[in-house]
């Protein structure tokens, strides 16, 4: 039986801000792990307090000072690319870069390599299924190593955190850490991807932002609500919120619609199009309320400095085939869930 599911701008919206009715304690992925993420499966005011100290690690100061560095990483992938000819942009470009960006934002550059092996999504790593393995034997690493140094990267500022006065243990070391390392990964993998699915496309809009007839970051903004990156999330009710999570019926937990959120056609004029002249109107691709992302920023400043280097050069880019994409209807329209491949040249 599918979740019930909560639909439309403003029911998401409410539903987002309504934590004691709609509660985010509740753990995921319960195949693959057997702990919290944090902060997104703690409700406040807890959930206030992981966030705070979690925030040195995202301040928007400390992202644009990295701006530079992304810029570089940038241009050395999309020579190599361009030297082959072209690629998977998936692989060889969005992922790389992103997985690079990490390194440097949590100043892990020496794991950038493991992580890239990984994939897009961690809990598939392993080739025979989903599966915690490689995950958690990388955390139990960090954590022992971080245990023993003292160094300035993001597992010993974690590792130390303290909470409501006391030091945090491993499980929750690893719930934040997981989040960490996959809450911008995939997400901001499928952000990139449609980016250069859009402006190889469409080639004229691409030409708008480098004339200054268009903002690069309205198009981002676009693009992320067509896109929708992360398209629900669920929710615990409370009738359901006493119990254990092993008492719980998942097929009661409540899903947020944030794809349906951004396809309301009562607030997004012909939702289906990418517009980048659209009129600015909040969307929900980063969610709503206490739980909105740590990181968004992160994602916008990722895409801006990649796109600065891809849009003067896009029209050498052409599609080997149309990209393989996986839709998924929402309303009458239908979503582009996530893309499957897209193989491009580069003349």
């Given at each position: 039986?599918?979740?019930?599911?909560?639909?439309?701008h403003?029911?998401?919206?409410?539903?987002?801000?309504?934590?004691?009715t709609?509660?985010?304690?509740?753990?995921g992925?319960?195949?693959?792990?057997?702990?919290?993420?944090?902060?997104?499966e703690?409700?406040?005011?807890?959930?206030?307090?992981?966030?705070?100290?979690?925030?040195?690690?995202?301040?928007r100061?400390?992202?644009q000072?990295?701006?530079?560095?992304?810029?570089q990483?940038?241009q050395?992938i999309?020579g190599?690319?361009?030297?082959?000819?072209?690629?998977?942009?998936?692989?060889?470009?969005?992922?790389?870069y992103?997985?690079?960006?990490?390194?440097?934002i949590?100043d892990?550059?020496?794991?950038?390599?493991?992580?890239?092996?990984w994939?897009?999504?961690?809990w598939?790593?392993?080739?025979?299924?989903?599966s915690g393995?490689?995950?958690h034997?990388?955390?139990?690493?960090?954590?022992e190593?971080?245990?023993?140094?003292?160094?300035?990267?993001?597992?010993?500022?974690?590792?130390?955190l303290?909470?409501?006065?006391?030091?945090i243990?491993?499980?929750?070391?690893?719930g934040?850490?997981?989040?960490l390392?996959?809450g911008?990964?995939d997400?901001?993998?499928?952000?990139?991807?449609?980016?250069?699915?859009?402006?190889?496309r469409?080639?004229?809009?691409g030409?708008?932002?480098?004339?200054?007839?268009?903002?690069?970051e309205?198009?981002?903004?676009?693009?992320?609500?067509?896109?929708?990156?992360?398209?629900?999330?669920?929710?615990?009710?409370?009738?359901?919120?006493?119990?254990?999570?092993?008492?719980?019926?998942?097929?009661?937990?409540?899903a947020?619609?944030?794809?349906?959120?951004?396809?309301?056609?009562?607030?997004f004029e012909?939702?289906e199009?990418?517009?980048?002249?659209r009129?600015?109107?909040?969307?929900?691709?980063?969610?709503?309320?206490?739980?909105?992302c740590?990181?968004?920023?992160?994602?916008?400043?990722?895409?801006?400095v990649?796109?600065g280097?891809?849009?003067p050069?896009?029209?050498?880019?052409?599609?080997?085939?149309?990209?393989?994409?996986a839709?998924?209807?929402?309303?009458t329209?239908n979503f582009?869930e996530r893309?499957?491949?897209?193989?491009?040249s580069?003349?």
């Open positions: 039986m599918d979740n019930v599911r909560i639909l439309g403003s029911a998401v919206r409410a539903a987002l801000r309504d934590t004691e709609y509660s985010s304690d509740l753990q992925d319960a195949d693959v792990r057997n702990y919290r993420q944090i902060p997104l703690v409700d406040p005011p807890r959930h206030h307090l992981y966030r705070s100290a979690l925030a040195p690690i995202f301040v100061p400390k992202i000072s990295l701006e530079s560095n992304f810029a990483l940038a050395k999309l190599d690319f361009s030297k082959n000819g072209g690629g998977d942009f998936i692989g060889e470009v969005a992922l790389k992103v997985i690079g960006c990490l390194g440097e949590y892990r550059q020496q794991d950038v390599a493991e992580w890239l092996s994939g897009p999504d961690v598939t790593a392993d080739k025979h299924g989903r393995e490689k995950l034997s990388y955390l139990d690493r960090v954590y190593e971080v245990q023993n140094t003292d160094t300035s990267d993001v597992w010993n500022f974690v590792a130390n303290e909470i409501g006065g006391q030091k243990g491993y499980e929750e070391f690893k934040i850490a997981g989040v390392l996959a911008g990964r997400t901001v993998v499928k952000l990139l991807t449609g980016c250069a699915w859009h402006f190889v469409n080639p004229q809009d030409k708008a932002i480098l004339s200054g007839e268009a903002s690069l309205n198009a981002i903004q676009e693009i992320l609500r067509v896109f929708t990156p992360l398209p629900a999330m669920l929710r615990v009710t409370e009738d359901q919120k006493h119990l254990s999570d092993t008492e719980r019926d998942p097929a009661k937990f409540i947020v619609d944030f794809a349906s959120a951004n396809y309301d056609s009562e607030v012909n939702p199009q990418i517009d980048i002249y009129k600015r109107i909040p969307h929900l691709s980063f969610g709503f309320g206490p739980h909105t740590i990181g968004s920023h992160i994602a916008e400043t990722e895409a801006k990649l796109l280097q891809i849009l050069i896009i029209e050498t880019w052409h599609f080997d085939h149309e990209p393989e994409i839709w998924q209807e929402v309303g329209t582009p893309f499957l491949t897209m193989q491009i580069v003349n």
